[in-house]
């Protein structure tokens, strides 16, 4: 079964940091395109992040030079590393991956950034 689950999301305070992990079963990351998206309250779902097969990233404006994402090859595992977390960070934050002919999503792993 193809599979995409999300993790490590939670409550943290303004400033603050927290790392995502999107875990794969019966495909292989590295072999595709994968993006982050996130969806607030009362907001259509964004894509936030890519990390193409050859490693190359690419962040949208929102959140470049604060967000990071990775990939371990050996662990099938995508991340998210989130640092200097504002309040409109909050949201439910999804990988994906086009995985023919699926539009293969996650669950989703909520965050939520308050004090």
């Known amino acids: 079964q193809v599979q995409l689950v999300e993790s490590g999301g939670g409550l943290v305070e303004p400033g603050g940091s927290l790392r995502l992990s999107c875990a794969a079963s019966g495909i292989m990351l590295k072999s595709y395109t994968m993006h982050w998206y996130r969806q607030g309250p009362g907001t259509q779902r964004e894509l936030i992040a890519n990390?193409?097969?050859?490693?190359?990233?690419y962040y949208d404006d929102s959140v470049k030079g604060r967000f990071t994402v990775s990939r371990d090859d050996v662990k099938n595992t995508m991340y998210l590393q989130m640092n200097s977390l504002k309040p409109e960070d909050t949201a439910v934050y999804y990988c994906n991956t086009v995985y023919k002919p699926q539009n293969l999503w996650g669950q989703g792993t909520q965050v939520t950034v308050s004090s």
């Open positions: 990390i193409f097969s050859d490693g190359v990233s």
